[in-house]
């Protein structure tokens, strides 16, 4: 791995290093390595930049009155009010992707305040509104002509494991019984009841600003 | 207004102008205006591009088995399956856009084809399913913080017109009976069935790749 980090100085907070870095030990080190990925996959992205714009983690969310999930007729999952999120996995996301997507869906204020009358107050936590998780591969259809291609989606199984640890980041960030999910890759009929409507989309790139 | 256009040459098809050009006989001229606007909202995206993208009209489009609005607790518009789509109208939108969005929305193959077994094969004429058109203006919410910013958004005189004119292009390509819409401006619930889910984002800046 060491190849790959050539522009972490071996010289780090004053210390010499001789042998490998424990890398988990310096998590300013991790982000380094984060920036660098980051980094090339924009270069990718300049590259072909006329052609097609690469991007980061997607997330479609809509202000719901209520949502449920059903999967071959049975209800697997369902919500009172709160935000139905429908989350797409880019190929080349990363830990940080996650939770810039965490981060943002929790605390985006799209509820107003009562008391003072301002529209876009409140957040789905301060409102102790439920979360509903989807994911959807579908957000990264790009069109050749009419079809829609997948190819910059992340590969199934990967996203499997990705898409539990961004549900378990939700439950850890706000709680276990408010976040519920579908089921990964079945055959979902999604209900939900937009409320305003308010559509809201959402992409890890932006993080960087 | 022919100060804007001294990038269009006096001399058309041959012939010399001695009085101000009738532009609106000159369909190819229309698109130059166009692609000289389209070419300065460019430049503007250029100049900050790192602190924020300026884009076009912006659609996400749900495959739905059903969905309908409801105002007031009264049912203003109902369809069976085919597609909900929503649209949020930048400032600077023209004309192009709302074909561009149109044409690309009729004919996105998202459905599967039971005959040949393609997944992605038949488009929502094709399956002579209907389309509920709402418009979405917090498509173009920017977070600033936490609080969505919607500057960017056609202002709501501008966007109510344009927006009437974007469900006449899908009716008069598609049909008058087939293609529904919502109440401009109105509080409204939005309720749908997603079928899949399968979920679309769509983009008519990326129209000129």
């Known amino acids: 791995?060491?190849?790959?980090?050539?522009?972490?100085?071996?010289?780090?907070?004053?210390?010499?290093?001789?042998?490998?870095?424990?890398?988990?030990?310096?998590?300013?080190?991790?982000?380094?390595?984060?920036?660098?990925?980051?980094?090339?996959?924009?270069n990718r992205v300049g590259l072909g930049r006329r052609k097609f714009l690469i991007k980061s983690m997607k997330a479609v969310i809509q202000r719901v009155?209520?949502?449920?999930?059903?999967?071959?007729?049975?209800?697997?999952?369902?919500?009172?009010?709160?935000?139905?999120?429908?989350?797409?996995?880019?190929?080349?996301?990363l830990e940080s992707d996650a939770e810039y997507?965490?981060?943002?869906?929790?605390?985006?204020?799209?509820?107003?305040?009562?008391?003072?009358?301002?529209?876009?107050?409140?957040?789905?936590?301060?409102?102790?509104y439920e979360v509903l998780l989807v994911s959807q591969f579908t957000l990264y259809g790009v069109l050749k002509g009419n079809k829609p291609d997948f190819h910059v989606a992340m590969p199934p199984e990967k996203a499997?494991?990705?898409?539990?640890?961004?549900?378990?980041k939700f439950r850890k960030a706000y709680n276990m019984d408010a976040v519920k999910d579908g089921v990964f890759g079945a055959m979902m009929k999604v209900n939900l009841v937009n409320d305003g409507p308010v559509t809201m989309q959402l992409d890890s790139a932006q993080s960087s600003r």
């Open 160 to 168: 499997k494991l990705f898409y539990a640890s961004l549900v378990e």
């Open 65 to 93: 009155a209520s949502a449920s999930v059903e999967v071959e007729g049975r209800t697997v999952s369902a919500i009172g009010p709160g935000l139905l999120v429908l989350v797409g996995l880019h190929e080349s996301d």
């Open 101 to 128: 997507i965490c981060r943002k869906v929790l605390n985006m204020r799209l509820y107003p305040n009562e008391k003072s009358g301002k529209t876009w107050d409140q957040n789905v936590m301060q409102r102790n």
């Open 1 to 42: 791995m060491s190849s790959n980090l050539g522009f972490i100085p071996f010289q780090y907070q004053g210390l010499h290093f001789h042998k490998p870095l424990q890398l988990h030990k310096f998590p300013r080190i991790h982000s380094a390595i984060d920036r660098h990925k980051r980094h090339k996959r924009r």
